[in-house]
DNA sequence: GCACAAGAATGACACGCCGTCAATTTCTAT
DNA sequence: ATAGAAATTGACGGCGTGTCATTCTTGTGC
């Protein structure tokens, strides 16, 4: 019965359940862009399918959930593209540089008409976000590596870690705010404020 | 009749309405910090005062205004500590180092158990109250100034601006998250960061 | 003092959104 | 073909919001 013994998408019950879980994700950041976060509605949302308003709960407990899906999906994204710039870097100032470079790529992505709201009412980082929360651990990971190396000085990895992500935040945000932006500048502006901070600490042999 | 010439204490029609204004913001701040954001509702605030539900509406025009009432007078609360700072610094270093303890200070109260709600859901800094617009113009402005002089390097003043608040944002949140939490290990580890991270750069003569 | 106008407080009400659930439809397996 | 499981539907109860006609309070002119 089973014609492809692992695969995925088997009887329709799966399929339509991939299908709508899909639509009401589509149309979820469609309303989330128009109307932002707070206006949305679920019923806004679920206006944007066929499906009936109940229908919206079988798929997620609250607006909240969906946004988090969304963000989810996001960071989820984004994580492999981290990893492959740890695991290509030939320094660690190319770690640093191509980990912003992916990060401020990521948001101006996402920043497009369809795309969530990035505004001052959601902030980027989402620390509560599982995948999110994965995002920083690997960060921080990278950093405490790059220590035990030698390659960075011996400075709190936490704190250094949450730094790296604040100023991803904020550099990232006033970046999108200029016209174009210009992720060249900002990660090169980011990566060497890093680096520089980093110069003259006590390193490990 | 006016016994203090410019005073405001005037009749008991404005005496009532400064009371009640100030009954509905400590009222608010308690509900804010024992419920949180979300779940708080006008009514669980106006409960707290000795007001009916329809007073509320004579003095904000939502939740949302009044918690941003209550952020507004933190960030007027902080400007003068900021500006104090900036006046009474012996260098720009020294600068950078009081203006992140006042912050990380600052933080700390508003973190006790009648404080403002700091958690994930509710960035710290939001850049759509205009009090705290005006934080971040002021610290651009100090940027801008130190550069100006030739005590910190020609960057981009913008993006150091944002990059201070969000070093200053997330190592807050971490330091918060430790406890005790420790202030002075905090900005030091964020003011040398900043300035390690200037080292270097092209200056004005 | 008194009456009257302006201002503020009150709480019942209409509205809209949320999340649930019994009834119904659609799918799957025998 | 049919029974049973699973998913969908939309009407409904509950709750929070913001408004507004009414009532109460304050300030003013006589």
Redesign the pocket.
């Known amino acids: 019965m089973n014609e492809t013994a692992f695969a995925e998408p088997?009887?329709?019950?799966?399929?339509?359940?991939v299908a709508?879980r899909q639509a009401i994700l589509v149309a979820a950041r469609r309303v989330f862009a128009q109307l932002g976060y707070e206006a949305?509605?679920?019923?806004?949302i679920i206006r944007g399918t066929?499906?009936?308003?109940?229908?919206?709960?079988?798929?997620f407990?609250?607006?909240e959930e969906v946004f988090e899906a969304l963000a989810d999906d996001g960071a989820r994204r984004f994580r492999p593209i981290l990893r492959h710039a740890r695991e290509h870097a030939s320094s660690f100032d190319d770690y640093l540089l191509s980990a912003f470079v992916a990060y401020f790529r990521f948001i101006v992505e996402d920043h497009q008409p369809d795309g969530l709201p990035i505004d001052q009412r959601r902030p980027h980082v989402r620390m509560d976000i599982p995948e999110m929360m994965a995002v920083y651990q690997e960060v921080r990971q990278s950093l405490e590596d790059a220590i035990a190396h030698g390659d960075a000085p011996r400075v709190d990895a936490d704190y250094l870690a949450c730094a790296c992500i604040g100023i991803a935040q904020e550099v990232g945000s006033a970046m999108l705010r200029r016209s174009p932006p210009d992720i060249d500048a900002a990660a090169n502006f980011a990566t060497g404020l890093i680096l520089k901070g980093l110069e003259g600490a006590p390193r490990q042999g």
């Open positions: 088997t009887g329709k019950r799966e399929r339509t359940k709508n949305a509605t679920v019923r806004d066929d499906l009936a308003s109940g229908t919206f709960y079988n798929y407990r609250s607006k």
